[in-house]
């Protein structure tokens, strides 16, 4: 075989171009590395894993501008996309839409709408997050780091990966011939159980209190919209187009998410306990899919003339936890080193406050004593996120068939997710540095035990107790009007939620209009003009 000469010893080598490998690669460019970006497949590919939220598309929008990537802003919005990128494909995302179910049941709609929880996550479309059509934003991305002057290698089996004072060297074949690459520092961003997790044998660590889990899905075009079935009409209007949203089907054992592109394609698909997965015999695909249809009648009548146009993938295991993330010459992104489940969309957040402290520490630490344990810290903080998220989806799975306490349960991820951001906008990141603020001293230990509470079996006067302590815990990072009687379960963004909040965000109203204006919240103001908090 012939061996490709070895010219250059690289920085860093980041092996894996999704979105996130991609990114970490540019943004050690623009620090003035040497990069190389090392793929097993090629692009445009097909992936999961799509749905954006608020705080991934913030931490995207400061990494653009921190690291001076500006083609990535415009990425971080739905209207700034379309005037950037109108070629690459996304879908409008303005909320977070559940709709509960019983399996099997006929269709039925609560006038209380005690069976859905409708959150949505900005006022108007110019400044909404985005499904990300992975297939295009991938390899936009890794077009934009090759222009950076990233090397990026697509094709490559790689096979060994050793280490040695000097750095890394890895080793792998590419069209059949040897390939070598050396590097000071590896990043892995192959995603769940991928390269380093076999060539250094790092094993799996199990997520304590989650149970395990199985996913069937699929990309489809002619999907309906929900709204337009007879199932769902509503006679309110609701504070958002229901389904320009990620859909969320609720049901005891399991969930369904539906997500819609601009192209014509929705990505849906089922994550479910084993023991349901095996009474839906998930691993069978398609015709699993079918039964699990037959069995919620407003989805059946959504999907009836859908096509499939791809095959479906069956996961017999969705959760992991690697035993260990970084070494001394290597770390895992968040997402090689654990995921928990789909519901919420808390893959991309995890990803990018990963690639935000990596980041900082090869800026801050590169070549200095500080960089060894400053990974270590690093991989105890994605360790602690992970468990933090494993916590709260475990108890939602555990609750999928008690909505009230499921939803009360939700409105802790919602205020544990619209502090933190409202803090990051108003230049106040200190405030709720931790993913889900699991590090906070009494919102996090609070959240375990809630957590616990809910995983047990309960009366209803034991839920209705919950469900009220819940609302208390949720109550001093309550930003968002959450947890409202009157609002019967759907929340609209009000930015006079945010004002009547200022004192728990530690900030004065004018602070709260002056980052509104800002974030371009204000009919006046244009989402493309808007700009992040100051650093
Ligand atoms: C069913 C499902 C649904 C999800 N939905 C959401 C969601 O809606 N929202 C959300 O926030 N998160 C979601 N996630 C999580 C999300 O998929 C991840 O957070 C995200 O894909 C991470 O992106 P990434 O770039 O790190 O890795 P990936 O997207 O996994 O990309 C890894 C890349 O590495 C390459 N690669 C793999 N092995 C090797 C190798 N040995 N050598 C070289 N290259 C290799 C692959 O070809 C690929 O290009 C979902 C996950 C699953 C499983």
């Known amino acids: 075989m012939r061996r490709r000469k070895l010219t250059q010893t690289y920085d860093i080598a980041v092996i894996g171009s999704g979105f996130a490998g ?52 415009p990425l971080s919005k739905w209207g700034s996309w379309q005037q950037a990128y109108p070629n690459v494909t996304c879908g409008l995302k303005r909320g977070f839409t559940f709709h509960h179910h019983v399996l099997g049941a006929a269709a039925s709609s609560d006038p209380e709408r005690q069976d859905q929880l409708l959150v949505a996550a900005s006022p108007r479309d110019a400044i909404a997050d985005t ?27 790689p096979q060994r990966f050793t280490e040695s004072p000097e750095g890394v060297t890895l080793e792998g074949l590419r069209n059949g011939h040897e390939v070598t690459f050396r590097a000071r520092f590896t990043v892995d961003a192959t995603g769940p159980r991928g390269f380093l997790h076999h060539a250094l044998q790092l094993g799996e660590r199990e997520l304590p209190d989650f149970p395990a ?12 919209r929900l709204a337009e079935t007879q199932h769902s009409r509503i006679a309110e209007e609701p504070p958002y187009p229901i389904d320009d949203a990620a859909v969320h089907h609720i049901f005891d054992g399991g969930w369904v998410w539906v997500l819609r592109f601009s192209n014509g394609i929705t990505s849906a698909g089922v994550a479910a306990t084993d023991k349901l997965a095996a009474r839906l015999r998930l691993s069978e695909g398609e015709p699993a899919w079918q039964r699990l249809l037959e069995q919620i009648p407003a989805l059946q009548e959504q999907f009836r003339s859908a096509q499939v146009v791809q095959p479906f993938t069956h996961m017999p295991r ?49 070549q200095t004593e500080r960089f060894s344990p400053q990974l270590q810290i690093y991989a105890e903080r994605t360790d602690r996120e992970l468990l933090a998220t494993a916590y709260l989806i475990g108890s939602l799975y555990a609750t999928m068939g008690n909505f009230p306490v499921f939803t009360a349960l939700s409105l802790l ?15 106040k990141p200190e405030l709720a540095s931790s993913f889900l603020l699991c590090d906070h001293p009494q919102f996090g230990p609070a959240c375990v035990q809630l957590f616990d509470r809910a995983r047990r079996c309960m009366t209803p006067a034991e839920s209705d107790k919950l469900i009220r302590d819940i609302h208390s815990v949720i109550k001093p990072f309550n930003v968002a009007g959450l947890a409202r009687p009157e609002r019967r379960n759907w929340y609209p963004v009000d930015a006079q939620d945010l004002l009547d909040a200022a004192g728990k965000l530690q900030a004065t109203e004018a602070e709260i209009t002056a980052m509104l204006e800002r974030c371009g919240f204000g009919a006046q103001h244009s989402a493309v003009m808007s700009e992040p908090a100051p650093q």
């Not at 889990?213 to 999907?223: D, E, K, P």
């Not at 070494?327 to 995921?339: I, K, M, N, Y």
């Not at 919602?414 to 409202?422: D, G, K, L």
Request: glycine share 8%.
């Open 318 to 366: 969705v959760s992991f936890r690697s035993a260990q993330i970084a070494g001394s010459r290597w770390a895992l992104l968040p997402s090689a080193a654990g995921f928990v489940d789909p519901l919420l969309s808390t893959g991309f957040p995890l990803t990018l406050l990963g690639v935000t402290r990596l980041a900082a520490i090869l800026e801050q630490d590169w």
């Open 131 to 157: 499904h990300w059509y992975r297939a295009e934003f991938d390899y936009l991305l890794v077009r934009e780091a090759q222009k950076l002057g990233v090397d990026y290698v697509d094709g490559v089996a």
């Open 22 to 73: 991609s990114l970490m690669a540019m943004i050690a460019r623009r620090l003035g590395r040497s990069v190389v970006l090392i793929e097993k497949g090629s692009h445009p590919r097909v992936v999961i894993g799509e749905s954006s939220t608020p705080l991934s598309n913030l931490l995207l929008e400061e990494l653009a501008t921190r690291y001076d990537l500006p083609s990535l802003r």
């Open 413 to 427: 991820y919602f205020a544990a997710a619209s502090y933190p951001e409202a803090a990051r906008r108003l230049g």
């Open 213 to 224: 889990t199985q996913a069937l899905y699929c990309h489809f075009s002619g999907v309906r």
